[in-house]
């Protein structure tokens, strides 16, 4: 398994950014898929998580209505749309397969800031 995120950055508040979780190494269109972050001198939180056919998708209180996770099964590839950004999403972002955290990636960065 390997999973591969991209799109961080900096970004001002109420600004978007949407990130890229590449995936190989196992059958992504039969996987559910989550995204976590990472905050920096804190715990880890849960960000979302979408089904294999993509057709039922989670998102946790404090990022629903802004971010949107979505999925394309022909290129093995995951998404998080964040939308209405603020400073307090600076994170590591990362993605697993199946809520598996021996799968997850390096991760991506996003800072929020003006």
């Known amino acids: 398994v390997q999973l591969m995120e991209s799109g961080g950055g900096l970004a001002q508040p109420g600004g978007s950014l949407t990130l890229s979780c590449t995936a190989s190494?196992?059958?992504?269109?039969?996987?559910?898929m989550s995204w976590y972050r990472q905050f920096p001198q804190k715990g880890r939180e849960w960000v979302s998580t979408i089904n294999p056919d993509g057709v039922h998708r989670y998102h946790s209180g404090s990022v629903k209505g802004r971010f949107t996770v979505s999925r394309d099964n022909a290129k093995n590839t995951l998404y998080l749309q964040m939308t209405n950004l603020k400073p307090e999403d600076t994170a590591l972002y990362f993605c697993?397969?199946?809520?598996?955290?021996?799968?997850r990636g390096p991760g991506t960065r996003v800072t929020v800031s003006s």
């Open positions: 697993t397969a199946n809520a598996d955290m021996a799968t």
């Open positions: 190494g196992f059958t992504f269109s039969s996987s559910d």
